[in-house]
């Protein structure tokens, strides 16, 4: 505790004590109004007075640099001040209050002392103001709030620090430049640099007690610019897009203060719902390296050679992908991921390409492997599969825009003519292990022997053999074996 009092013993002691007082924050007052007089009186006058006259004291109260009044006893001022520091020392444990450094006790000698020491007193209560010594906290040399001491803010800067890397990680920054640091291995991070977007420091000062924030307070403050943040508890009829309306927000912003919340969640009637966007003083900035063996993908090149049949393919060259290392580094601001740069990359091995020959060289009498759809338009009446107790083998095709047949790729007429079931029909062997057959047909319009192109004309659809109506029942055989035609038609 600090206090201002001067009490004098006589008025020239008085004069002399405060024409000697250094300068403080709050300018004293010098109330004797009787030393300080500019008058002059007959020396012989003054010692008359002095042999006469009966001297009183009286003590003038000062608070905030505001005068209060007078009182003759001054230890009733230091017993109201010591009750409030001991009330104040009580409600806020720990911190060292003071009452006294804002109070000045003038004294003054008068003929008759004349003081209203319990007016006086009641209102020095009602002025007086509590401090206590605190450490400012500033950002950007503007004080924001205050805590308890140097030690108080410098615990603040690290446990806002913690809120995005660990103990270890943190510890790490304080070793020496000098110092080797291990090789990474792959997919592993290590962090590289903690910063913050603003200064922040302080210095001594005095504060009301309940200005001064613990160390948890500061810290949620200089995140969130708040030291409370606002609840609204959900009532019948809301939804997210009413709620955040009626706070300014948007859905998304709603949304991203309530981690868990999303458009599909079911909102509970008294669920509290956070509504206030954070506006932190402080924007912490962690840099991390991060080491990555990654694959450089194999390029796929096709190559066409005309000697080649068309629909034949050679892989002439196996692809492999390449391998390099990667140093990226990372950054974060509050949580949040800025950026992703590379730092350093280094590649192992060069990737491969793939190559593949593909011939172009067409001949009529052989397919091209891609068949074409055998009537023009028309719909499957008919699937492949079982059916009435049998097995069907291939698609039937009704109701085309016209009853013109078409061979579904390049070939040679093996067949032409009636094959029970089937009615008329043709067969085409493409020279390529595949064979289409064609049934049904009304006409015939190839003969065996005759080289088709793709999309020719091989006859007329019908009703020919075991059918139920005018279509085409189409089949395609690989290597001899009976496939699904919808899984080669194009």
């Known amino acids: 505790m600090s206090s201002k009092w001067n009490i004098a013993k006589d008025a020239h002691r008085q004069l002399d004590s405060l024409l000697k007082q250094p300068t403080t924050k709050i300018k004293q007052v010098a109330a004797t109004v009787l030393l300080c007089s500019t008058l002059v009186v007959p020396f012989a006058f003054i010692k008359e007075a002095e042999a006469n006259a009966t001297f009183g004291e009286i003590y003038h109260i000062y608070a ?16 109201l001040l010591a009750q409030k520091e001991q009330q104040a020392s009580e409600k806020y444990a720990g911190l060292a209050v003071d009452a006294h450094s804002n109070v000045e006790i003038i004294p003054e000698q008068v003929f008759e002392a004349s003081a209203n020491d319990t007016e006086t007193l009641t209102k020095l209560e009602a002025a007086l103001v509590v401090e206590a010594d605190a450490h400012s906290l500033k950002v950007n040399g503007e004080t924001i709030a205050y805590v308890e001491n140097e030690e108080a803010l410098n615990e603040v800067l690290k446990q806002l620090k913690l809120q995005y890397v660990t103990e270890d990680e943190l510890a790490s920054l304080t070793q020496p430049a000098t110092a080797q640091l291990p090789v990474l291995q792959d997919d592993e991070t290590r962090i590289v640099d903690i910063s913050l977007s603003a200064e922040v420091n302080g210095e001594a000062t005095k504060a009301l007690p309940n200005e001064i924030l613990s160390v948890d307070e500061a810290v949620q403050f200089l995140q969130t610019g708040m030291l409370e943040q606002q609840k609204y508890a959900i009532q019948s009829g809301d939804v997210l897009g009413s ?73 002439k060259q196996e692809g492999a992908d390449g391998k390099k290392e990667v140093t990226y580094l990372i950054t974060t601001e509050n949580g949040k991921r800025t950026e992703r740069a590379v730092k350093e990359e280094n590649i192992i091995s060069e990737p491969s390409s793939r190559i593949v020959v593909v011939g172009t060289k067409v001949i009529p009498s052989r397919g091209t492997g891609s068949f074409a759809w055998p009537t023009n338009g028309g719909y499957i009446s008919s699937h492949m599969g079982s059916r009435w107790g049998e097995f069907h083998r291939g698609i039937d095709i009704a109701r085309p825009s016209n009853y013109t047949i078409k061979a579904a790729d390049n070939g040679v007429v093996t067949f032409t003519g009636w094959d029970g079931t089937y009615g008329n029909k043709i067969v085409v062997n493409h020279n390529n292990g595949y064979e289409t057959v064609y049934a049904h047909l009304s006409q015939i319009d190839v003969t065996v022997g005759q080289v088709v192109a793709q999309g020719s004309a091989l006859g007329i659809m019908g009703s020919t053999g075991n059918s139920t109506g005018t279509h085409l029942h189409f089949e395609v055989h690989e290597n001899g074996a009976v496939v699904n035609p919808l899984s080669y038609l194009k």
């Open 243 to 315: 709620i955040a309306h009626a706070h300014d927000l948007t859905i998304e912003e709603l949304m991203e203060l309530n981690p868990g919340i999303d458009t599909s969640t079911v909102l509970q009637i008294g669920q509290e719902l956070n509504v206030t966007v954070n506006k932190p003083f402080i924007t912490v900035k962690v840099v991390e390296e991060k080491f990555k063996v990654e694959a450089i993908d194999h390029a796929k090149m096709v190559e066409e050679d005309e000697t080649m049949l068309k629909g034949e393919k050679v892989v």
């Open 64 to 79: 905030n640099n505001s005068y209060i009044g007078a009182v003759s006893n001054p230890e009733a001022v230091e017993q």
